[in-house]
């Protein structure tokens, strides 16, 4: 609880650093990000990530320093052309999209790799550290890392500010806006650029490996929490700077913790929370709602039997024991759990073993009733279905049935009084 | 049968398109008259997308070229307006139906520039005119098909353009849709304007269209609607593929000939 305390009031200025320099640049990446993700380019951020690293190496090799900004020349070159090489080699080849990401990650990762091991066997002393940028090292950032972040992560937000819009409609409609002679290529090209920056920026903290888990999974999961694009990207900065914020303290109290794959762990942990539990497209709420509509559906087939029983004997508000009912057709197993169900909402009362009817509960009954003959009807008339083939079909269809589709029924029917069955619609 | 236009708005000369390395428009020559509803038909794979998507300079043309109100695309795109295909986008965006008729505007706004108050009128308006207005906070994914295919109608009039250029509005369509959005078009060309529709279905050509073009790879027809709208033009559009040109366009594809000279 203490090491909690001193950690969130950032005491420690190391940890300062740390702790507000991930979360300004996760923060960032997760921005440039959902643009990304909207434009179903994740896969060429990741790519970028990974193709960043020759370019660190040949910086190292031919400047022979290890200063950031010399360092991160490179990566820019090499990011930005491993994004032209895949946009040619799908224009011009016969290789599709996916399979030109693939070749140009693994081309530029693996051309990576054999120059970091060629720089570790050197033996100089001066390369040792170079490779912190596969994991990445948030411990070792230090205060004018924080200043580079911040510079950085202040630019990359004004651009997509003062370029919202136009990156809204190119992740839209990008023939649209071709038509109303928009820049498109310029566009695309900056939105690049972003990318490449903010993956410059971002494996300092996680590394080239898990770079694009920071781009795309602070999106992902904010797409399911929203429709609105502002608050999307928002959400997923929040998320972001959350996980960075939980990461960092991981490794804050285990420093044999590594912080970079530690927020990636946490980002994905709550995106899969986001996937369950997000109200309306959250797997959660789409089960929850499924399991409300059998319910409904149960409830109001019960409700329309006991119309049923009570239009047989001319009497609707006659008590009525269960043995009675299981003599009717259509009658679900749980039927005590669906009785206790409608006596909740008030449409039947219990008096010992027998439940009657409620005014209410008559009249949604012969609402039920009522809609169901009347599809019968329509799928008669209109779609000349035969009369012994219409009852599953409404038995189906009668719970979703609206009042303006109940008038438009009314409206299309020639008799909208007799059913298939010659029974009378009640009103 | 191929008249030209008095008080031209739209000049195609000698078009040639490729379309996946398969020419699928062969020297197409004809012009469009101001304030008409302009029908285009033609069986599948006709070209008729091609067409419009080439007039519009969306489509890299092998050789020839259009001329808009009598100058080059890129002078006068913002008296051209785009209604495309339902099925061109991906419609699981996070925008409302506002938000996607304020794409209308963005043309008229330039780079950099927020929506103002007169923008907001004008979505406003569009959204009235389409029927929309209810709607205009949903989002674009929970639409119908019909209504999908009025937000679209609906940006496309918030550009306040002249000629408007529409792929296949009608299709997949429920009846009282179609009905308000042929209203919609007349009304426009009423006030002058000039609407070319791309559209699949026969019938109702000859009732909506008074001008019309017939295609199939090469143009058969251009022209008031009753003097093009005959069996015997009618025959040519639809008999099916002329053979040898078929033949053409599959070779020129697989040896992977250039056809263009601009």
Redesign the interface.
């Known amino acids: 609880m203490n090491d909690l305390l001193q950690f969130l009031t950032l005491q420690d200025a190391n940890v300062r650093y740390v702790v507000l320099g991930v979360m300004l640049l996760s923060a960032t990446s997760s921005v440039v990000g959902c643009f990304a993700l909207?434009r179903?380019r994740s896969l060429v951020g990741d790519a970028v990530a990974h193709a960043v690293l020759p370019g660190i190496c040949l910086s190292f090799i031919i400047a022979d320093s290890k200063e950031p900004w010399v360092l991160l020349i490179g990566a820019f070159i090499t990011g930005w052309l491993s994004i032209y090489l895949i946009d040619f080699i799908s224009s011009k080849s016969k290789l599709k999209p996916d399979t030109a990401v693939a070749i140009v990650l693994s081309v530029f990762f693996g051309a990576g790799v054999m120059l970091l091991s060629h720089i570790q066997h050197q033996g100089s002393a001066s390369q040792s550290g170079l490779d912190k940028f596969l994991f990445g090292k948030a411990a070792s950032l230090v205060s004018t890392d924080l200043i580079t972040f911040a510079s950085v992560a202040v630019f990359l937000l004004i651009v997509v500010a003062?370029?919202y819009?136009?990156f809204?409609?190119i992740?839209?409609?990008i023939?649209?806006a071709?038509?109303?002679?928009?820049?498109v290529k310029f566009i695309e090209l900056l939105l690049s650029s972003l990318t490449v920056l903010a993956v410059i920026i971002g494996i300092q903290a996680v590394g080239v490996v898990l770079m694009a888990a920071i781009l795309i999974t602070p999106a992902a999961a904010a797409?399911t929490w929203?429709?609105?694009?502002g608050?999307?990207i928002l959400v997923s900065c929040i998320i972001a700077a959350l996980s960075s914020l939980l990461g960092t303290y991981v490794s804050f109290v285990a420093p044999a913790m590594p912080t970079g794959p530690w927020i990636v762990l946490i980002m994905s942990l709550l995106a899969f929370i986001s996937f369950l539990i997000a109200p309306k497209k959250g797997i959660l709420s789409k089960y929850i709602k499924q399991v409300k509509n059998r319910n409904k559906i149960k409830e109001e087939n019960v409700l329309k039997m006991l119309f049923h029983l009570g239009e047989r004997e001319n009497d609707f508000f006659k008590p009525r024991t269960i043995s009675e009912m299981m003599t009717m057709n259509d009658v679900p197993e749980n039927l005590s759990k669906v009785l206790g169900g409608l006596k909740r909402h008030g449409y039947i009362e219990k008096q010992g073993d027998t439940y009657t009817l409620t005014v209410e509960g008559k009249t949604k009954g012969q609402r039920m009733v009522r809609i169901h003959r009347l599809w019968e009807a329509y799928l008669s008339e209109h779609l000349q279905i035969p009369a012994d083939h219409v009852h599953f079909n409404a038995e189906a269809v009668e719970h979703v049935i609206t009042h303006e589709i109940e008038a438009d029924l009314v409206k299309s029917l020639t008799n909208p009084n007799l059913d298939p069955h010659e029974s009378e619609i009640p009103k | 049968m191929i008249l030209q236009a008095e008080n031209q708005v739209v000049d195609v000369h000698n078009l040639t398109v490729s379309y996946d390395n398969k020419p699928v428009l062969w020297n197409i020559d004809l012009t469009l008259p101001k304030g008409a509803l302009v029908g285009i038909i033609g069986p599948n794979g006709a070209g008729k997308s091609t067409l419009i998507k080439a007039m519009m300079g969306i489509v890299p043309v092998d050789s020839g070229y259009v001329k808009i109100f009598g100058e080059a695309l890129n002078v006068v795109r913002q008296k051209i307006a785009y209604v495309p295909q339902r099925e061109s986008v991906d419609w699981d965006f996070p925008a409302s139906v506002y938000d996607i008729v304020m794409m209308g505007r963005y043309g008229k706004m330039g780079l950099f520039k927020r929506p103002r108050k007169a923008d907001a009128d004008v979505v406003m308006d569009c959204l009235r005119k389409v029927g929309l207005v209810a709607l205009k906070d949903r989002q674009i994914a929970q639409l119908s098909g019909g209504q999908q295919q009025r937000v679209f109608l609906a940006r496309a009039l918030a550009q306040e353009a002249d000629l408007y250029f529409m792929d296949e509005p009608f299709a997949g369509v429920d009846i009282a849709t179609e009905t308000a959005i042929i209203e919609l078009l007349r009304e426009m060309r009423n006030d002058g304007k000039t609407v070319v529709v791309v559209h699949h279905d026969l019938q109702s050509a000859a009732e909506y269209f008074n001008w019309t073009i017939l295609i199939n790879t090469r143009l058969i027809a251009s022209g008031p609607t009753p003097q093009v709208l005959t069996n015997e033009l009618l025959q040519k559009t639809y008999g099916g593929k002329l053979d040898v040109l078929s033949q053409m366009q599959d070779i020129i594809k697989t040896e992977a000939f250039s056809v263009g000279h601009s």
């Not at chain 1, 071709?178 to 820049?183: A, E, L, N, S, V």
């Not at chain 1, 929203?226 to 694009?229: E, V």
């Open positions: 909207l179903k003062l370029f819009k136009e809204k409609l992740s839209f409609d023939k649209y071709k038509t109303i002679g928009y820049p797409r929203t429709d609105k694009l608050m999307m």
